[in-house]
């Protein structure tokens, strides 16, 4: 018998927004942009004939499709369809410590460890243990042409591996926001995705795009657009981060565009590099260093920068296949070197009898210029919106030298020379190349 299913995930809470990790241990409500949201996907799909409607236990997901459920369709709630159980990480604020905690899990699960669990948690194989059970249930069930199922964001991930028999690993393959709508059919014998990541229900709810930029020296011309540019304020809601944060917004979902560091990409499902401009180099680009007080070939132990993903990555790239070193890369303690970045560098270089610039180096071992960090997206963006952004961050780049005048002087680093020689703006086709290399080298150290 042939089936469609339409899997929703729930509607926005407040601890969504606020990027809060909340799982099967808590009973949250959604909000009143949930409610919008829940109140778009029914006027979108309310003349759907579904004969039964499955949800999770928590009531979020009830909330989400209240109005389906108040039409008198059969309705299930099943514990296998709750969130995955996070455990002591519940309800906790993204401080640096759990984001921490939170990417080497999603490493370790993206490596294939799928018995890893936070304490007091569930696996991803306990999850699909009990997500099997509702499997079953939807494949016998001879009453049923159309099924409506409303879950949560991870939980989701594992349970559409499943459906179309693809590894756990995969999870982060299938991106969502609240309400999103992936449809199945199901054949008799096997699951098909018909519509992937559907939105659409929600193109007219009014939202601001939240913008993460970052508070450097190097950044400052994109601030300069930014503050100059006029009515665009009013559709964006900015805030200014170090990388690591910026990286983790949009990773979170708690920013819709940010300038990350192009190692957090591979930790963004579904991104968009969406400007012309970036953050990078063609040449020595004056901070972004590894500090030692021995030569780079008797360097054993490295301790890393906690406010970059990308410097870390290239240090442990160059070491690996440029200066082909085994080096040990630690985040405290003493070493025989460290990773540094951006205004912290200024005026460093001469307290270390061994400096080692990373552009320079990587442009050294790979004959390409480098890009530190790029615009990104993590959902699509309309083209107005994206063409109108890139003419203010050029306008900032082009007023580098109004920039410059409007900057504390020091006489310790040469901040004309760092905006307008050692940082390259343009997002350049060879710096596109060499991000994909980049990416490549870091996904096989």
Request: aromatic share 12%; glycine share 6%; with cysteine.
């Amino acid at each position: 018998m042939e089936k469609i299913i339409y899997i929703i995930r729930h509607a926005e809470t407040d601890l969504n927004k606020r990027g809060i990790v909340q799982g099967r241990g808590m009973n949250t409500d959604i909000n009143e942009f949930g409610r919008l949201q829940a109140e778009a996907f029914y006027e979108a799909y309310k003349d759907v004939p579904f004969d039964k409607i499955y949800t999770s236990t928590l009531k979020r997901t009830h909330q989400t499709i209240q109005k389906f459920i108040d039409k008198g369709i059969p309705w299930t709630q099943y514990a296998g369809l709750d969130e995955m159980a996070w455990g002591i990480y519940e309800g906790q604020e993204s401080t640096e410590d759990v984001r921490v905690a939170y990417d080497s899990m999603m490493n370790s699960w993206s490596a294939g460890d799928l018995h890893l669990k936070f304490d007091r948690g569930e696996s991803p194989l306990e999850v699909k243990e009990r997500q099997l059970e509702v499997l079953e249930k939807l494949i016998e069930g001879n009453d049923a042409e159309t099924i409506l199922i409303c879950m949560h964001g991870r939980a989701m991930r594992l349970f559409l591996c499943l459906l179309t028999d693809r590894p756990l690993y995969d999870m982060d393959k299938f991106p969502h926001t609240n309400t999103t709508l992936y449809k199945v059919k199901y054949d008799g014998e096997k699951f098909e995705i018909l519509e992937f990541n559907n939105t659409a229900h929600l193109k007219d709810l009014v939202s601001k795009i939240r913008v993460s930029a970052v508070s450097y020296t190097n950044t400052k011309p994109f601030a300069y657009g930014l503050k100059h540019a006029g009515p665009f304020l009013d559709q964006i809601e900015l805030s200014y981060d170090i990388p690591s944060d910026c990286a983790a917004k949009l990773i979170d979902n708690k920013a819709d565009i940010g300038l990350v560091p192009v190692a957090a990409l591979l930790h963004i499902p579904d991104y968009h590099i969406i400007s012309d401009y970036c953050i990078g180099a063609v040449g020595p680009v004056n901070s972004v260093f590894i500090f030692s007080e021995k030569p780079v070939e008797e360097i054993r132990t490295v301790r890393l920068d906690k406010q970059s993903r990308t410097s870390n990555n290239l240090a442990k790239v160059l070491f690996k296949y440029y200066w082909n070193i085994n080096a040990e890369f630690v985040e405290e303690g003493e070493t025989d070197a460290f990773v540094e970045i951006g205004d912290r560098t200024f005026g460093k270089k001469e307290k270390f009898p061994f400096v080692y610039d990373m552009a320079e180096e990587w442009i050294k071992f790979t004959g390409l210029p480098f890009a530190f960090a790029v615009w990104a997206s993590n959902k699509p963006l309309d083209s107005e919106f994206i063409a109108e952004f890139n003419k203010i961050l050029k306008f900032g780049i082009d007023h580098r030298e109004e920039v410059i005048k409007e900057l504390e002087p020091r006489s310790d680093f040469d901040l004309h020379d760092y905006l307008m020689h050692r940082i390259d703006y343009p997002l350049t086709a060879g710096k596109r190349k060499a991000i994909n290399k980049f990416l490549d080298l870091v996904k096989s150290l």
